[in-house]
Structure formats: C-alpha cells, structure tokens
C-alpha cells in the first residue's frame, strides 16, 4: 500500500450504531487530520494529531471520537450518530515541524446515516 | 484569522480554451499557499505549492498559480484546457505560526467542454 488509505469507503449505519473509520499513512509522516466534507460546504477540519497527540478539536461533538494509536494510524469512532453527520469523511497527514508541509490524503469514507 | 474566498463556485471552458479558477486569501502574515484537486469519489490531491521562493509557481497537469501580495490573489491557471481536467478545485491557506493548519476555500467545479 502507497500513500494515505481508509477504510471502509463506504458506510451506512443508523443513528443508535457504533462503527468506527480507519486511516493509515505509509508516507512516514507524523502529522495525521480528520475532515468532514459536506456537500455545499468548505471542507472542515475536525482534529488534528501531531506525534500521537492531539493538538486540535475544532469543536467537533462527542459522538465522534478521535484515536491516534501511533504517528501511522487515526481512527474515527462513531456513535449515536445524526443525519446532518452524513458526509465524506477525509483523512490526510503531513510532516510535522517549524515550517508549514503540504498534506496528503486519502480517498476517503462516504458516510450515510440513517 | 486566515480565510479563503474562491470566486466562483462553477467554471465553464471549452476544451483547449486557457483556465483561470481564482483564489484571494486573508492573512495577518505571509502565508503558504496551495491548490488542490478532486476527482469524483476521490480524495485531494496537491498540484501546487507556493511557500515563499518563486512568485510564480508551477504545478502538476500543466497548471501554474501566480502569488500577488497586493492583491491578495493566488490564482490557478492552465493555458489549455483538457477534458481530464474536469474536477473540483481547492485553494487552501496556511499562516507560518500556525504551522500545519489548513483553511480551504469552498471549492470551484470545473466543467470542461467538447
């Protein structure tokens, strides 16, 4: 595997569901991202993971829960989910550091609720 | 606070006909630049950086995005358009100090005439 995956890229779950997304990046970096991409809006960034550690939550709400086991995974869980969550979501990593590096991402998981 | 503002959420070209997908950004500080593309079902994908040398700087595909400070503007262009280049198009923002955060503007679609 090349480049930043996820998995599943598809999901469809109702509301009263736990499921949970998967990101890995084979790229060596040590910056990871979470995005929700819904249609008609600018794509928001939901947290961000820098060395395993958090260091941003866009005031994201608890049913999504956030994971970064090591600098090459990211997980999404996800609970009692609503329909306005129904989006593409985006992960992307990058090199972390003084300097500002571009980020890559992967295809994405297509989440419908229910 | 950094911003992004995209004008023109559409774009319409005749193939082989110059494109111009217009970028104008706010930013207390200098700021890194970049344009990314998406593909349906796809992820973004980087087709250019700009982070201080050259004003001018060239990208993937054949496109190239010019820095204006007093202007503000980052734009995308590609001299002839190709069918393939059908897709949606994303300027994004980042200031030095706040190193790996990204503010992307709304996106345009690009449609591609025969």
């Known amino acids: 595997e090349t480049g930043v995956t996820q998995t599943p890229r598809h999901l469809v779950m109702g509301m009263t569901n736990k499921k949970s997304l998967k990101c890995e990046q084979h790229?060596?970096?040590?910056?990871m991202y979470w995005y929700k991409q819904s249609a008609k809006k600018p794509l928001e960034l939901m947290f961000v993971?820098?060395?395993?550690?958090?260091?941003e939550n866009n005031s994201v709400p608890s049913r999504f829960s956030p994971e970064c086991p090591n600098s090459s995974h990211l997980f999404l869980h996800l609970h009692t989910l609503q329909p306005e969550d129904s989006a593409l979501y985006l992960c992307?990593?990058?090199?972390?550091?003084?300097?500002?590096?571009?980020?890559?991402f992967g295809p994405g998981t297509r989440l419908t609720v229910t | 606070a950094q911003s992004v503002t995209q004008l023109g959420s559409h774009v319409s070209v005749s193939e082989g006909a110059l494109v111009l997908l217009r970028c104008n950004y706010s930013s207390s500080v200098p700021p890194y630049l970049f344009w990314y593309v998406q593909y349906p079902n796809q992820g973004l994908q980087l087709l250019l950086k700009y982070t201080s040398a050259a004003t001018l700087v060239k990208g993937i595909n054949g496109f190239e995005a010019e820095f204006k400070k007093s202007e503000t503007s980052f734009h995308l262009t590609k001299p002839s358009a190709h069918m393939s280049d059908a897709a949606e198009y994303f300027c994004a923002v980042s200031e030095r100090e706040y190193g790996n955060k990204l503010v992307f503007g709304a996106g345009t679609i690009l449609r591609v005439k025969s």
């Open positions: 790229l060596g970096h040590n910056a």
């Open positions: 992307a990593s990058s090199y972390s550091g003084t300097s500002t590096y571009e980020q890559y």
């Open positions: 993971y820098n060395f395993k550690e958090q260091t």
